[in-house]
């Protein structure tokens, strides 16, 4: 029987302190919920999804992150992804699609700081120059061997990571800032 007062626990607890050293923080537990559906449905959604390779889109405290042609990974606040999948499923009830609560998935790790470039660049592949990665860009890639989903936000760079490569990443990060 499972304990009434266990508490979830991060990927990434207990190293606040490295994450800190490298202008960086876990942005822990947030909604992850994968989209999968024709991109002429994105009229039926209450919020906006990005048609545009590599751009995300904010409305509705919900964040939608271009993965595909036809697949959007949609943030919210912690807890949040029942809600979103729901909404999601009775936007698109009738047609072809899939919503998947993928929270569990991945890890965020927020870097904070212009050293950031320097410190991304290190270990991956994309050009992170301001005349091509700006706010509202995001992008799958390679981050140190490692598969990350990359978001630029204002003032910050948020890094999506496998659960079980968080600890690697963090390792990475202090080893070459």
């Keep these: ?38 991109p002429s449905l994105a009229s039926r959604l209450p919020f906006a999804l990005p048609l545009d390779p590599n751009a995300w889109t904010a409305g509705d405290g919900r964040e939608a992150l271009w993965l595909g042609p036809d697949e959007w990974l949609v943030v919210g606040a912690p807890g949040s992804a029942p809600a979103i999948a729901a909404e999601l499923g009775r936007s698109l009830a009738g047609e072809h699609h899939s919503v998947v609560d993928t929270s569990a998935n991945r890890t965020v790790v927020e870097l904070t700081g212009d050293a950031r470039f320097d410190l991304l660049t290190q270990g991956c592949g994309l050009d992170l120059h301001p005349r091509s990665w700006r706010p509202g860009r995001c992008a799958q890639s390679l981050l140190a061997r490692v598969p990350v989903l990359l978001q630029e936000r204002d003032r910050a760079t948020r890094v999506f990571v496998r659960s079980s490569f968080a600890a690697h990443l963090v390792d990475w990060f202090t080893a070459v800032a």
Excluded: I, K, N
């Design 1 to 38: 029987m499972a304990d009434a007062h266990a508490q979830a626990r991060s990927p990434l607890a207990g190293r606040a302190g490295d994450l800190a050293a490298v202008g960086a923080a876990e942005v822990a537990f947030l909604a992850q919920v994968d989209l999968r559906a024709d």
